[in-house]
């Protein structure tokens, strides 16, 4: 068995998964405070998919806690097969969800100058929503790929 940084079951594991859930969490705090998200699709969406990541990595954060609390072994390849098939696909539902509201924040700010001309839209938090976002899907696709690595030296 190869160790793997960033592999479930391990300090360094829990501690990309916990950075993800932070991360995450601060960019629906962001994004929620601002006024009217719900109004654009591509924020509702971003929203969901940052609550899926956040009670994925939750989750599995949960899980590395009991694995090295009580020395149990993560790196069976059942077990990995499962966490990288959903890390894979919440890394794709993240990274389709931050370009969406990526592109509605550069149409707004940029673009049509909205953000200049209605006070009401909060632009500013939704940039930072996005860039959070952004760095949420970073950590995920580190977590997904250390996984994914693990998982094919099994093979």
């Given at each position: 068995?190869k160790s793997?940084?960033?592999?479930?079951g391990?300090?360094?594991?829990m501690?990309l998964?916990?950075?993800q859930?932070v991360?995450?969490a601060?960019?629906?705090f962001?994004?929620?405070s601002?006024?009217?998200?719900?109004?654009y699709?591509?924020?509702?969406?971003?929203?969901?998919?940052?609550?899926?990541?956040?009670?994925?990595s939750?989750?599995?954060?949960?899980?590395?806690?009991?694995a090295?609390?009580?020395?149990?072994?993560?790196?069976?390849?059942?077990?990995?097969?499962i966490i990288?098939?959903?890390?894979?696909?919440v890394?794709?539902?993240?990274f389709s969800?931050?370009?969406?509201s990526a592109?509605?924040?550069?149409?707004?700010?940029?673009?049509?100058?909205?953000?200049g001309?209605y006070s009401?839209?909060?632009c500013r938090?939704f940039?930072?929503?996005v860039?959070?976002?952004f760095?949420?899907?970073?950590l995920?696709?580190?977590?997904?790929?250390?996984?994914?690595w693990?998982?094919l030296?099994?093979f």
């Open positions: 068995m793997v940084a960033g592999s479930p391990t300090w360094s594991g501690a998964r916990l950075s859930c991360f995450a601060a960019s629906v962001s994004l929620v601002g006024f009217g998200y719900s109004n699709s591509a924020y509702f969406y971003m929203n969901l998919a940052l609550i899926l990541q956040t009670m994925w939750l989750g599995l954060v949960c899980k590395d806690i009991f090295l609390r009580n020395k149990k072994d993560l790196h069976t390849p059942d077990n990995l097969l990288v098939m959903v890390d894979w696909v890394a794709i539902f993240m969800a931050a370009c969406a592109s509605l924040t550069i149409f707004f700010m940029w673009d049509t100058h909205l953000c001309e009401r839209l909060a938090q940039g930072l929503s860039v959070l976002a760095i949420t899907w970073l995920q696709a580190a977590s997904s790929f250390s996984g994914f693990l998982l030296s099994f």
